[in-house]
């Protein structure tokens, strides 16, 4: 009697734990915490499981779905990330935020796509990424939407000469100053020369050099390079006294690169978002403050939190969980309602239509607002 | 003639940090038999006493005396917690160790200082430039050139007019000798890791000047061309590590300056095809060790 009392109630609890588990949604998430991507996916993280908490604590996603995150460390490298993936999609994910770069989102996307997962980068920026598939997402303004826009206002500004540094490494600073190439040339600017860099370049010497002996002069100096890469470059373009305009991609919107003093004064940037005064944004960053102790100084941490608001919405427009659904229903989601800005999937190829902002470092270390646009995708450059 | 010029400093300039590193694996390699590739990251611990000095406030001259110091500090740490331990063991076991030590010291600059690139803002007027002969030249890389020709003739002389120096000397032909004739074999070879450090951490002064910044990894990439300076050098040869940095130095800045963009991709492969056809013609480096070890 006993036992049959004992198996009866073991039998039960497994069916109910089975049957809460069910209505779970369960997503992987890659989250590299060491490596070049740790930078980024640290913060998007943080930020992702922030509202994801958030939610939860209402009843999860629309109040009916409690989500279940599992998280992996990749450790930036592309291998560890392909198995992770494959680890998650056992464990029952149905849904992959990767990493935020576009090569580790290629190659987790090649492992989802059999059961067609919707999978979403962190913030990954190059529009080759969704091209592996209809299952894949970006989350931030691609780099052709960021170019489009920072090409449109250097020529405002009446500059007509770029100069393109750029790296094959990545498709994020290699596609940027190309974007940023076509656009500016079809608003009838110039390309007076490009150089190429290896990521984690020891020395810029060579280059800046190359670039004092342009003919013509450049006045305008475009690149997508990252840290420790920019820095680098700034150090070496100033110390060598050029003192043109640079301007480069959303990654230079970092407190590293701000805190480089002087050499940085006036350098342009594109970024995802500013937190104006009174803004759903600058509400984050507060909430976000008080709630860990740790303020958001850049814009991944907002992101992070607009792919649980992206998730959100699919989820609700499909009615269902099941992947492929909640994927079609993601690639049909017109003026969705973020934190950082709205986005438009509908009509794109997956990288959503997001409002793109620029900014301008002061020598203080400060970041000034100068505009917002968004970028018209009739004339946006094909990848 | 003015690109030439330029490009001529920018390559002496490249070539004396890699020199500096490859001379700090030199000296340590020709006493114990180990390549420390732990070497960068005592260079990243220097670079972060430079960004730690000036957050506290210090005056940039004290910081970057301080980022010296404590790589300096780190290195002697390594060879007494690490390194001493597995003196005699097997080059692939020194190897072994020197990595596992390499991943330890990343680990804990990701998890203690952070994950992300420090900035070192350093004063405006040291990125300024200066005029010769209507070429202009920045301040960074002449006192990058100044400080490491400075360093290599300062060690050139402490290996062969003083006493230590030659005790170093002695200890890179044979240790067990050394010893048998009573000199304290652990004070040189510790003097041999502080040396190391030492040149560590000037290479970490120069590093963060141009680049501006301090990341985990920062020492790693310029380690590995420094390792391969040392090979291309003649391993355990210290003339040869130098000439093999300046060599390396001079092959990238050459090769980024005047390959055609189409081929520019291929420039780390131009540069260690090169690499591997110089070690084809001379196996043991291009200035051997009198006791060569091939590479």
Known sequence: ?????????????????????????????????????????????????????????????????????????????????????????????QFIVS?????????????????????????????????????????????????????????????????????PDSAYTLGGPEYFGTAFEALGGTIVGTSNYSLNQPDFSAIVTTIKAAEPQPDVIVTWAWEPDFPAFIK????????????????????????????????????????????????????????????????????????????????????????????????????????????????????????VVVARITGAGDKEFVLRATADPATLPRP | MDVILQQTINAISLGGVYAMLALGLAIVFSIVGLINFAHGDIMTFGGYGIFLSLAFGMAPVPALVVGIAAAVVMALTLERTAFRAMRGADVVTLLITSFAVSEILKVVFQNAISARPVPISLPAGWSGTYQVAGTTIGVVPTVSLVVAFTSLLGLSLVLRRTAIGMAMRAAAEDLEMLKLLGVRANRVVAIAFALSGLLAGIAAVIWTAQRGSVDPMMGFFPVLKAFIATVLGGLGSLGGAVLGGFVIGALEVLTQAFLPDSLSPYRDAIVLALVIAALLWRPDGLLPARSATRS
């Open chain 1, 1 to 93: 009697m006993t036992f049959r009392t004992l198996l009866l109630t073991t039998t039960s609890a497994m069916v109910l734990a089975g049957a809460a588990g069910a209505e779970d949604y369960v997503i992987g998430v890659m989250s590299a915490q060491s490596g070049y991507l740790a930078p980024y996916d640290g913060p998007a993280y943080a930020g992702f499981q922030f509202c994801i908490d958030k939610m939860n604590a209402n009843g999860g996603l629309n109040g009916t779905h409690p989500v279940r995150t599992i998280v992996k460390d990749t450790r930036s490298d592309i291998a560890e990330g392909v198995k992770v993936v494959q680890e998650m999609i056992d464990d029952g994910a």
């Open chain 1, 99 to 167: 990493s935020a770069d576009a090569d580790p989102t290629i190659a987790a996307a090649q492992i989802t796509m059999a059961d067609g997962i919707p999978t979403m980068t962190f913030a990954g920026t190059a529009p080759v990424l969704t091209q592996v598939g209809d299952h894949v997402f970006g989350s931030y303004p691609a780099d052709n939407q960021q170019a489009a826009v920072l090409a449109a206002y250097a020529r405002e500004q009446g500059f007509a000469k770029v100069y393109l540094v750029k790296s």
């Open chain 1, 236 to 355: 070496a373009l100033r110390g060598a006294g050029v003192a043109t305009q640079v301007m480069g991609g959303d990654v230079l919107d970092t407190p590293t690169v701000r805190g480089l003093g002087d050499v940085v004064d006036g350098v342009m940037h594109t970024s995802g978002g500013f937190p104006d005064e009174g803004s759903a944004y600058a509400g984050f960053i507060a909430e976000f403050t008080a709630a860990t102790g740790t303020t958001p100084d850049n814009n991944y941490y907002v992101n992070g939190c607009d792919i649980a608001h992206m998730i959100e919405q699919a989820v609700a427009a499909a009615g269902t969980t099941e992947p492929r659904a909640v994927a079609a229903a993601m690639a049909g989601i017109e003026n969705g309602k973020g934190v950082m800005s709205d986005f438009t999937f509908k009509g794109t190829d997956r990288m959503p239509l997001r409002e």
